[in-house]
Structure formats: C-alpha cells, structure tokens
C-alpha cells in the first residue's frame, strides 16, 4: 500500500513595497526630537543694529526717542557760541525767560523781560497788593546788570548782581502800590533780563 505524506504548506510572508514606492523608516522618539531641534537651530536669524555688543555698550549709546525740542530753551547761563542778546529771537527770549523764572511758586503779580542796551534802562510798572512780595531777577549775556524797584518815588532795592544766577529780594509795599521796575545793563554789553514780583 502506498502511503502518502502530505505536503509542507508555504508559509505566508508580509508583502513588501512595491518597486520604486516611498518607504517608511521608524524612527525612535528621542531621534526624532533631536532631528528636529537641529532644523530649528539651522533656521536662527541674525541682526545688526549698529551698536557695540550689550556687554561693551555705555549707557550715552542706547537709543532713545526723545528728541531735542526746536528751538531748544537757554539755560540760565550763557554760553560763548551763543548769540548775543540783540541777536535772540522772540522766542528764544521768551523761552530764557520762563525757564529762568518760572511760574511755579506763589502768587505772581508782575512779569517782564526783555533787552536793555548799554545807558539805555528799560522801565517797566505793575501795581502789587500791600504787604510782603519777593522780588525775583536775573540777566544774561553780560557779565553784570543793574535793577531798581521804586514804590512811590522810593528806591527799594537798587543794585548791580551778577548775570548768570537768580537774585531774590524780600520787599514791603504798602497798599494799592505801583511798583517801578528799571533794568539796566552796565559796561558795553546788552544784557537780557527778567523779573518777577510775587507773594509767597
């Protein structure tokens, strides 16, 4: 009798791609996240803003946004490059002025200013409440000035000071006074000058 042994049966394999398809690659996850931390590095950007490094810059080279105002306010104090006083335009004396004097304490009651040449005084009245006041002053573009406060035909303060510097004097009016105010400028020099009266 013939005995028949059966046939080993194939065995099943996956299929694989087909030829020239795309192949997936498993990748681990912390390959993955290291491949494309190196993308990102790759894609860094650089930029140049015409300063020194920020360990090497001093403080006068940060940019600012503040912008010199036009025109720019004197100080209270002169300057050789400067012009003269009779050379200033309105504006420039104006903005000496309230700079030099502002109205910032007390009650103010008189304000001028102005240019007065060489033994030419400038003559100014305002009429001040009785009591105590402050006198205020100050000249520029000479080296000295000189300033006299009359009330009713009586010199109160008459003096020369020093340009450069705010002078303060404590004066006593009586009531309903008119107070005369004369600025003059001493040498050959024009002088810039203001005063203000005020109760503080």
Do not use: K, N
């Not at 950007?45 to 940060?62: Q, V």
């Not at 200033?88 to 008189?110: F, H, K, Q, R, V």
């Amino acid at each position: 009798m013939r005995r028949w042994w059966p046939l080993p049966r194939p065995r099943r394999t996956a299929p694989g791609p087909a030829s020239g398809g795309a192949h997936l690659i498993a990748l681990p996850f912390g390959a993955l996240l290291v491949a494309l931390a190196s993308l990102l590095t790759s894609c860094a950007y650089s930029y140049d803003d015409g300063l020194p490094p920020l360990g090497d810059r001093a403080p006068s080279s940060a940019p600012s946004s503040h912008f010199p105002r036009q025109p720019a306010p004197l100080g209270p104090s002169g300057r050789a490059s400067e012009p003269p006083p009779q050379e200033w335009t309105a504006e420039m004396m104006t903005s000496w002025a309230l700079l030099t004097l502002p109205d910032a304490s007390g009650l103010s009651y008189a304000f001028g200013y102005g240019i007065s040449l060489p033994q030419q005084p400038v003559l100014a009245t305002a009429t001040v409440p009785g009591g105590t006041l402050v006198l205020e002053y100050a000249c520029r573009g000479a080296d000295t000035a000189h300033v006299t406060l009359s009330v009713s035909g009586t010199a109160i303060v008459d003096s020369d000071y020093q340009c450069g510097r705010v002078w303060v004097r404590t004066i006593v009016v009586p009531d309903g006074a008119v107070a005369e105010v004369r600025a003059s400028s001493t040498g050959d020099s024009a002088s810039a000058y203001v005063f203000r009266i005020v109760r503080r």
